[in-house]
Nanobody
Framework: QVQLVESGGGLVQPGGSLTLSCVGS????????MGWSRQAPGKQREPVAL????????HYVDSVKGRFTITRDNAKNTVYLQMTNLTAEDTAVYYC???????????WGHGTQVTVSS
């Protein structure tokens, strides 16, 4: 099993920036992909950004390309999501995910709220 704990959510003004962090524990040796998904009110959960733990691959949903950056620190079992130029449409609960293969999301954190509002 893999446990994921997110931090860094909060309230930010439109145009602002925020960085989310997620620390994984447990059977992290089995994890190939880490990432972030989000669920906005009344919408389905969607993957936002994914990063491979074994090579340089990254994947972003079109709506965040150029604004969000995902990075990782394997030594710390940590993945980060740097979010810039935030808009109200980015308001959601953000979940950390981990998968046993590329683009998979087998494990989920409890989520952290990001609210973009003036």
């Amino acid at each position: 099993q893999v446990q994921l704990v997110e931090s860094g959510g909060g309230l930010v003004q439109p145009g602002g920036s925020l960085t989310l962090s997620c620390v994984g524990s447990g059977s992290m040796f089995s994890v190939n992909t880490m990432g972030w998904s989000r669920q906005a009110p009344g919408k389905q959960r969607e993957p936002v950004a994914l990063i491979s733990r074994i090579d340089l691959r990254k994947h972003y949903v079109d709506s965040v390309k150029g604004r969000f950056t995902i990075t990782r620190d394997n030594a710390k079992n940590t993945v980060y999501l740097q979010m810039t130029n935030l808009t109200a449409e980015d308001t959601a609960v953000y979940y950390c995910t981990a998968g046993r293969a590329w683009l998979r999301r087998d494990y989920w954190g409890h989520g952290t709220q990001v609210t973009v509002s003036s």
